[in-house]
Nanobody, 113 residues
C-alpha cells in the first residue's frame, strides 16, 4: 500500500507561482514513476507531468516551459514548480504513483485576480 499526501495549493494571481509537494510513504519500492494530474470542474483528469526514478520527465504541452517536476528520492517526495500561472491552470491537482494505482487526495490550485 502507498500513501500520497499533497500540499502547496492555494490562490494565486495570474503570472504568479506555486510549488506543490507530494510525499509518498508505505511500499515506496513499488513506485516507478510519480506524476501530477489535474482536473478542472466538468473536465476529465489530465496528465500534467511525470518523472521517472532516473529523473527523466515529460510534460503536457500546455505546461511546457512553465512547470517543472522534480523528485527527491531520499525524502520520497515529488515537487511541481508552477510558474507563469494562468487562469486555465485552475484545477484540483493530484499526485499519482505508477504502477501502484494510488492517488493523493488532491490540492486545489486557483489562479485568479
Amino acid at each position: 500500500q502507498v500513501q500520497l499526501v499533497e500540499s502547496g495549493g492555494g490562490l494565486v494571481q495570474p503570472g504568479g507561482s506555486l510549488r506543490l509537494s507530494c510525499a509518498a510513504s508505505g511500499s515506496i519500492f513499488s513506485i516507478a514513476v510519480m506524476g501530477w494530474y489535474r482536473q478542472a470542474p466538468g473536465e476529465r483528469r489530465e496528465l500534467v507531468a511525470r518523472i521517472f526514478r532516473s529523473g527523466f520527465s515529460n510534460y503536457a504541452d500546455s505546461v511546457k516551459g512553465r512547470f517543472t517536476i522534480s523528485r527527491d528520492n531520499a525524502k520520497n517526495t515529488v515537487y511541481l514548480q508552477m510558474n507563469s500561472l494562468k487562469p486555465e491552470d485552475t484545477a484540483v491537482y493530484y499526485c499519482y504513483a505508477e504502477p501502484t494505482g494510488y492517488w493523493g487526495q488532491g490540492t486545489q490550485v486557483t489562479v485568479s485576480s
